[in-house]
């Protein structure tokens, strides 16, 4: 961390956004009349997600009856033990 005075911030800014950028200074606090007014940290990106389909290709297979427990799941999530749907379900078919 660098603390620097207002004067040396504005004759500086570009150096100093480019050391936080680099990132050879993790923030810099700029002080007016020896006090911490502000804070200048790096901006986290988001990382590019468009390169996530299809990522785990070919490290797993699926078997072909995966989708065989669905209406058990179901049963468990929207039934109630007596076989009647819970209070407020009622547009989901299970059966």
Known sequence: M?????FHAKT???KLVDQIASGEESEVVI???G???ARMVPIKQNKDISCRIGIAEGEFTVPENIDSANEEVAKLFYQNSDGTAPQ???DIEVK
């Open 88 to 90: 407020g379900i009622h």
């Open 2 to 6: 660098t603390t620097v005075n207002l």
């Open 12 to 14: 500086h800014l570009s």
């Open 31 to 33: 002080s007016r009349n």
């Open 35 to 37: 006090k911490p007014v």
